[in-house]
């Protein structure tokens, strides 16, 4: 089957930097989304990644390897606005988008 | 742009009740999409269309139709509403290549007692 893992929940201090990982297994591979959610709200694009490597776009860096089936979110001098769900999503040979269940990030003062 | 809107924003049903829900898109998008979010799990996509007057089931699909019969507007349908139908629904549009970033509506917040 189809599987998307990352961590239910994480906690990280203001100004400080945090990773969110992702481990896939997906029949097939057409790139891996990362989306942020505020609560209440609907998801909104961060990052693509379809070839292996980091990917920088201001405070958030996407890294991908799939040779490992791996992703990391980092998210550098965190601010309070920052709290919410991160949603790792990856496209498989269909074109259709599996979502891991997401990470709620909690930022601390 | 609006973007991507849905309506309503929030509705209760009794079981057993039919209703649409509305999303409309004004970005000349040619794949859009349903999804439903449960807590704590993932968007599950219940149907998706590649363009007017094409559409294909998702991943969950049972107890729900849709419609495409203009670029703008992809309908969704549920025609005997059940409790495990309690979800929230996120209406989103793409571009005309499927690997292109998906844009979201605000949401249904749907309630069926």
């Known amino acids: 089957g189809q599987n998307i893992d990352q961590p239910t929940e994480m906690t990280a201090t203001e100004g400080a930097i945090v990773q969110i990982n992702c481990t896939y297994q997906t029949s097939g591979f057409n790139g891996l989304f990362w989306y942020q959610q505020h609560a209440g709200e609907a998801p909104t694009f961060l990052s693509y990644n379809v070839l292996d490597g980091l990917e920088e776009k201001g405070r958030f860096s996407s890294f991908l390897s799939r040779s490992k089936g791996y992703s990391y979110l980092l998210l550098k001098e965190l601010q309070m606005k920052d709290s919410a769900s991160y949603l790792c999503?990856?496209?498989?040979?269909?074109?259709?988008?599996?979502w891991g269940a997401g990470t709620k990030l909690i930022i601390k003062p | 742009n609006a973007g991507v809107t849905q309506t309503p924003k929030f509705r209760i049903l009794k079981i057993g009740q039919s209703m649409t829900l509305q999303c409309a898109q004004d970005?000349?998008?040619?794949?859009m999409y349903w999804y439903r979010q449960d807590p704590g799990m993932g968007l599950k996509l219940i149907y998706y269309s590649v363009g007017a007057g094409i559409t294909d089931k998702g991943e969950v699909p049972n107890g729900y139709n849709v419609s495409r019969s203009t670029t703008e507007d992809f309908p969704l349908r549920l025609e005997l509403a059940a409790p495990s139908q309690t979800s929230v629904y996120f209406c989103?549009?793409?571009?005309?290549?499927?690997?292109?970033?998906?844009?979201f509506g605000p949401g249904t917040r749907l309630l069926v007692l």
């Open positions: 970005m000349n998008h040619n794949y």
């Open positions: 989103a549009s793409s571009p005309r290549e499927a690997q292109e970033t998906q844009y």
């Open positions: 999503a990856v496209m498989d040979s269909n074109y259709q988008l599996i």
